[in-house]
């Protein structure tokens, strides 16, 4: 049994809408033994090793379905075992998964397991300790002989597993208010592998780290890690503190102490979790012995007066108080009969404690500070105290050296709790933890007394979240609340658009026109990164890692995402829903890649953008598959695009008050036409749209289209949207590699990154309806990894089409030969009846486009199919033209007019008479008719 592939999915993917890990499993022999085969010794050993099975539902829904399958008479089938196992060993680490399924691939021993996840890393170990826990209980016989003979001990592998996990894991705190902004539908994102989290999206994105928040004053954590300085200003403000000395040697701690007068408290001046803190200390030997251990966390150390009472945590936040809890150090208690050992032992089988933050409570520890509190009482680890004898083990209460907490919120005195707030508050910090000393929380200080020893800065949550003893208090809500008000927005406006052509076009006309109103838009394409029109990053982002540049960047305002079908599934998307989901069209092209073999597989992947979006999908009516999405979608609202205004569904859509966008004929030409909630509104005439060449780029009508239906699905108005699209063109400035088109040669040049039949289909119709005077020529390839019968395709739609064919191949091979392409498309445009002698291969794409230039005349046009735009831009702009360099262009050539001239003929006004026209070729001067 071996893992053949293994994909990691962010977010919404084709298994789930949730992060899953999928794993192509190869069962080899062992297809042939199924549970029933291995028989009740191997599923014994199992439930053994993993007892939490036994609660796995299965397909039965109920507690013992999967143990029930494993035993009936047919049994099952390992991969579906090793899902359940991969399940249950997150769970055992503390991570919450539930969700699994397990298919077979088509594969003779072949299984798709597909396992929910909450850690990447977690997730992955999973499924690798699941392989080896499960060869090793496999009879001697079936085991691989790469694991025979191994030591494999589960206990240790699984205690590994364990706090691998957990060093992985969000804190105690950071989870608790992760868990708050899930509750209000707060949007987060990791940005490490520890405690930094971005709470909402882009320009309303906060951060988090443990408890400090974005909101958090820096000189507020200054003040609150310098014990002395904080003493100083909440003495000052009349609060009860200890009274401190700083010392930074044995001697100078000798003598603060009696300065203070003994017992004191020893501890280190910038330290926390009760780190080299050393109480009720009296003796010159003993001050000596806790000042070593207070340096070992900090150069300098504070001597305060020991205050008797019990440790208390008092936690503000924004201003006021949420909880209070009485922190225990840790300790056991004596029954006659066991020794202190023994009784950490007993201590720390409680499931509740863990290692370190992992659980509930903490471990007890016989560390130096447990010896040293022994060794004062007369103990010794082996010594075995009387019964009902409590031994503390720690002299502070932190949860994280293995205290206890009990909450104290109701009981807490009003004076106390005004006395935490103005604390907080003296300080500057937005989430405070006060620690205070006394007797009895439920009377005031100014009666029972007691004082402040420090007030921290990114408190746990832990103890008040799941205290030991009292009632759970909800602090993360508060500091969720206080960062987004109620009312305040957390998500940015997203937009997600995917289609097999037209969806990188579509996404810049979006981000134009929400540009044009005024906003910050993030935009991913297959050309790169851009943040408010600029480029950030270069190349095909149009996956989940782009998806996330933008989400973070917090300039952004809208997102424009163009999410293309590989990252889809490869890594799924970043984001669990989007505001508007637009599915343009399913057309052939990657199939037979990566499980993705007919139209409706692609139907599939792109479907996953219509599923996840919330407000509205939009779809094109006039594509059977994305009209099918429509029974998949949940958003609010459904948008059809048509370019048939007699579409019988898309009539009977808009007469129930649904919303489309129709091209209709009128008098004019075509107008693109909205409708919504039964009202008729006329947009824009689509020759008046740069982009579509008059309305002849039929293929650009239809992507003005889609890009108004997202526009104003998403709130934008209608003279916004017209004047967004009036000020869009397919220039390279604004649409790289999308039908740019150069008239600075006495030839026309079109440049297209074309790369499947659609797309190449919509490009020589345009070329037809152009009717250029000269000859036609095209530099057609296609990629490497297509399908043969996709690059015969190509071929075929442009053979007859043209007066030239120059074939080419990518700079990237994808594993063809180096003129295999090019020889594909010349051998099936020979079979369509192109004669020999107008086709030309020539492999390298550099020197292909040079060819075509050099070989185009005045008026002729040339179509070039580009796989490197930036690069053939390049060099069609920079290209020198025999006729130009000749002084034979008088088109584009500007001529000397002597205007003077023209003063002595009668009537000739020339404010009137005469129109001058700059362009970027130079001035003209046009003559106006008389008007009879």
């Given at each position: 049994m071996r893992?053949?592939?293994?994909?990691?999915?962010?977010?919404?993917?084709?298994?789930?809408?949730?992060?899953?890990?999928?794993?192509?499993?190869?069962?080899?022999?062992?297809?042939?033994?199924?549970?029933?085969?291995?028989?009740?010794?191997?599923?014994?050993?199992?439930?053994?090793?993993?007892?939490?099975?036994?609660?796995?539902?299965?397909?039965?829904?109920?507690?013992?379905?999967?143990v029930r399958r494993m035993r009936e008479d047919d049994g099952t089938w390992l991969g579906h075992v090793f899902e359940h196992v991969a399940i249950e060993l997150q769970n055992i680490a503390g991570n919450h998964v539930s969700f699994g399924k397990t298919r077979g691939n088509g594969e003779h021993g072949q299984y798709d397991v597909v396992f929910q996840y909450e850690s990447?890393?977690?997730?992955?170990?999973?499924?690798?300790?699941?392989?080896?826990?499960?060869?090793?209980?496999?009879?001697?016989?079936?085991?691989?002989?790469?694991?025979?003979?191994?030591?494999?001990?589960?206990?240790?592998?699984?205690?590994?597993?364990?706090?691998?996990?957990?060093?992985?894991?969000?804190?105690?705190?950071?989870?608790?208010?992760?868990?708050?902004?899930?509750?209000?539908?707060?949007?987060?994102?990791?940005?490490?592998?520890?405690?930094?989290?971005?709470?909402?999206?882009?320009?309303?994105?906060?951060?988090?780290?443990?408890?400090?928040?974005?909101?958090?004053?820096?000189?507020?954590?200054?003040?609150?890690?310098?014990?002395?300085e904080t003493n100083k200003l909440l003495g000052d403000l009349g609060l009860p503190v200890a009274k401190q000395r700083l010392a930074y040697s044995e001697r100078e701690a000798i003598r603060a102490s009696n300065r203070i007068g003994p017992p004191v408290v020893i501890k280190p001046l910038n330290a926390n979790h009760g780190r080299g803190v050393s109480i009720n200390i009296s003796t010159d030997a003993e001050i000596c012995t806790a000042f070593e251990n207070a340096r070992k966390h900090?150069?300098?150390?504070?001597?305060?007066?020991?205050?008797?009472?019990?440790?208390?945590?008092?936690?503000?936040?924004?201003?006021?108080?949420?909880?209070?809890?009485?922190?225990?150090?840790?300790?056991?208690?004596?029954?006659?009969?066991?020794?202190?050992?023994?009784?950490?032992?007993?201590?720390?089988?409680?499931?509740?404690?863990?290692?370190?933050?992992?659980?509930?409570?903490?471990?007890?520890?016989?560390?130096?500070?447990?010896?040293?509190?022994?060794?004062?009482?007369?103990?010794?680890?082996?010594?075995?105290?009387?019964?009902?004898?409590?031994?503390?083990?720690?002299?502070?209460?932190?949860?994280?050296?293995?205290?206890?907490?009990?909450?104290?919120?109701?009981?807490?005195?009003?004076?106390?709790?005004?006395?935490?707030?103005?604390?907080?508050?003296?300080?500057?910090?937005?989430?405070?933890?006060?620690?205070?000393?006394?007797?009895?929380?439920s009377v005031s200080y100014k009666v029972g007394g007691g004082g402040i020893c420090e007030v921290n800065a990114a408190p746990g949550f832990r103890m008040h979240v799941a205290p030991s003893e009292g009632t759970p208090r909800d602090v993360a809500g508060p500091v969720m609340d206080m960062l987004f008000p109620d009312?305040?927005?957390?998500?940015?406006?997203?937009?997600?658009?995917?289609?097999?052509?037209?969806?990188?076009?579509?996404?810049?006309?979006?981000?134009h026109i929400f540009k044009m109103t005024g906003k910050v838009t993030g935009l991913t394409t297959t050309d790169g990164v851009y943040i408010d029109g600029h480029l950030t990053v270069n190349g095909d982002m149009t996956g989940p890692a782009s998806a996330r540049i933008v989400l973070r960047d917090p300039k952004v305002e809208v997102a424009v995402l163009e999410t293309a079908r590989g990252g889809m599934l490869r890594r799924g998307l970043a984001y669990r829903s989007c505001d508007v989901g637009a599915v343009l069209n399913v057309q052939s092209d990657h199939l037979g890649l990566r499980g993705v073999d007919t139209l409706d597989d692609l139907a599939k992947v792109k479907r996953i953008v219509a599923e996840v979006a919330k407000d509205t999908a939009v779809l094109n009516a006039d594509d059977p598959h994305c009209l099918k999405m429509a029974d998949h979608t949940q958003s609010k609202n459904l948008c059809y695009v048509t370019m048939n205004s007699s579409h019988p569904l898309v009539r009977d859509h808009i007469r129930a008050g649904g919303r489309a966008v129709v091209l209709e004929q009128g008098m004019g030409g075509h107008m693109i036409a909205i409708y919504d909630n039964n009202q008729h509104i006329p947009l824009m005439w689509s020759h008046l749209v740069p982009a579509t060449l008059d309305g002849r780029a039929l293929h650009n009508v239809q992507n003005a289209m889609f890009a108004s239906g997202i526009a104003f699905s998403m709130g934008v108005?209608?003279?916004?949207?017209?004047?967004?699209?009036?000020?869009?063109?397919?220039?390279?400035?604004?649409?790289?590699?999308?039908?740019?088109?150069?008239?600075?040669?006495?030839?026309?040049?079109?440049?297209?990154?074309?790369?499947?039949?659609?797309?190449?289909?919509?490009?020589?119709?345009?070329?037809?309806?152009?009717?250029?005077?000269?000859?036609?020529?095209?530099?057609?390839?296609?990629?490497?990894?297509?399908?043969?019968?996709?690059?015969?395709?190509?071929?075929?739609?442009?053979?007859?089409?043209?007066?030239?064919?120059?074939?080419?191949?990518?700079?990237?091979?994808?594993?063809?030969?180096?003129?295999?392409?090019?020889?594909?498309?010349?051998?099936?445009?020979?079979?369509?009846?192109?004669?020999?002698?107008?086709?030309?291969?020539?492999?390298?794409?550099?020197?292909?486009?040079?060819?075509?230039?050099?070989?185009?005349?005045?008026?002729?046009?040339?179509?070039?199919?580009?796989?490197?735009?930036?690069?053939?831009?390049?060099q069609i702009q920079e290209f020198q033209s025999d006729e130009v360099d000749a002084g034979n262009d008088d088109r584009h050539v500007p001529h000397a007019v002597d205007l003077d001239g023209f003063a002595g003929f009668e009537g000739f006004d020339m404010a009137h008479d005469m129109e001058i026209i700059q362009d970027e070729r130079g001035v003209r001067i046009a003559a106006q008719e008389e008007s009879d």
């Open positions: 893992i053949l592939d293994r994909s990691v999915y962010l977010g919404p993917s084709l298994y789930a809408h949730f992060p899953v890990i999928r794993l192509t499993l190869d069962l080899e022999h062992l297809e042939d033994w199924p549970t029933a085969k291995l028989g009740t010794e191997f599923i014994d050993s199992l439930l053994e090793a993993l007892p939490g099975l036994n609660k796995h539902g299965c397909s039965y829904r109920e507690e013992g379905g999967f990447e890393e977690v997730g992955l170990e999973s499924a690798d300790l699941s392989m080896r826990l499960l060869h090793h209980l496999l009879p001697l016989e079936l085991q691989p002989e790469s694991v025979r003979g191994d030591e494999f001990e589960w206990e240790e592998e699984r205690d590994s597993f364990i706090r691998f996990a957990q060093r992985r894991e969000l804190g105690p705190s950071t989870a608790s208010l992760v868990k708050a902004a899930e509750e209000r539908n707060i949007p987060w994102i990791r940005l490490n592998r520890y405690s930094l989290v971005q709470l909402g999206h882009a320009c309303y994105g906060k951060r988090i780290q443990a408890t400090i928040t974005s909101e958090t004053r820096h000189i507020g954590v200054e003040i609150a890690s310098d014990k002395e900090s150069r300098a150390v504070i001597v305060e007066s020991f205050l008797s009472g019990f440790d208390h945590r008092l936690l503000v936040v924004d201003g006021k108080l949420v909880a209070a809890s009485k922190r225990v150090p840790g300790h056991v208690i004596g029954d006659g009969e066991k020794t202190i050992e023994e009784l950490i032992e007993i201590v720390n089988s409680d499931p509740r404690r863990g290692i370190g933050h992992a659980k509930v409570l903490t471990r007890l520890e016989l560390d130096y500070q447990a010896n040293r509190l022994l060794e004062l009482l007369g103990l010794t680890k082996d010594s075995v105290p009387e019964e009902g004898r409590i031994v503390y083990l720690r002299s502070t209460g932190n949860l994280s050296t293995g205290g206890t907490a009990v909450d104290v919120t109701d009981i807490l005195h009003p004076d106390n709790r005004a006395m935490a707030e103005r604390s907080a508050r003296a300080i500057g910090l937005d989430v405070c933890g006060v620690d205070f000393l006394t007797d009895d929380i009312g305040s927005p957390s998500r940015i406006p997203i937009c997600s658009i995917t289609g097999t052509n037209g969806k990188t076009t579509t996404a810049r006309m979006v981000s108005g209608l003279e916004d949207i017209r004047h967004g699209l009036r000020t869009f063109d397919t220039t390279f400035f604004q649409a790289p590699g999308r039908m740019n088109i150069c008239d600075d040669h006495p030839f026309k040049v079109i440049m297209d990154y074309a790369h499947n039949p659609a797309a190449v289909s919509a490009m020589v119709d345009l070329v037809q309806r152009m009717e250029p005077k000269g000859k036609r020529t095209v530099i057609v390839a296609a990629p490497g990894d297509r399908r043969d019968e996709d690059v015969r395709e190509i071929a075929k739609l442009c053979a007859g089409k043209f007066d030239h064919y120059i074939c080419r191949r990518d700079d990237g091979l994808r594993g063809r030969e180096s003129d295999e392409i090019p020889m594909m498309l010349r051998d099936t445009l020979l079979a369509e009846g192109v004669p020999a002698d107008c086709i030309e291969v020539i492999p390298d794409e550099e020197t292909a486009v040079d060819h075509g230039l050099k070989i185009s005349k005045r008026d002729d046009l040339l179509l070039v199919f580009v796989d490197a735009i930036g690069r053939s831009w390049k």
